[in-house]
Nanobody, 120 residues
Framework: VQLQACGGGLVQPGGSLRLSCAAS????????MGWYRQAPGQQRELVAR???????NYQDSVKGRFTISRDNPKNTVYLQMNSLRPEETAVYYC???????????????WGQGTKLTVSS
């Protein structure tokens, strides 16, 4: 199983960007998918996550500015980020809980990370 994230880059403060992450490989079922970020010298933190049914939760600081969504047939999760702030400069990682066979338990998989820089 692989998670491939893309969409990072350089954005000015107040700008927008959309990240995407596609899961591939031997997948039976994907449960919750999410986005985390890690700034230099900081711990990795949850940004947003979404269940198979579409229930979401967000870190307080991004509520109203970020939107997480997913396309279940494509095994893909998105993060639309608006009104970006310099302090949100970080490497963004996608995560998914995946079972690879019918009766297997869910395991956590991580993407390789995509770097976002918010700067003028």
């Amino acid at each position: 199983v692989q998670l491939q994230a893309c969409g990072g880059g350089l954005v000015q403060p107040g700008g927008s960007l959309r990240l995407s992450c596609a899961a591939s490989g031997s997948i039976f079922r994907i449960d919750t998918m999410g986005w985390y970020r890690q700034a230099p010298g900081q711990q990795r933190e949850l940004v947003a996550r979404i269940t198979t049914g579409g229930s979401t939760n967000y870190q307080d600081s991004v509520k109203g500015r970020f939107t997480i969504s997913r396309d279940n047939p494509k095994n893909t999760v998105y993060l639309q980020m608006n009104s970006l702030r310099p302090e949100e400069t970080a490497v963004y990682y996608c995560n998914a809980l995946i079972s690879t066979r019918r009766y297997d338990t869910l395991q956590s998989y991580w993407g390789q990370g995509t770097k976002l820089t918010v700067s003028s």
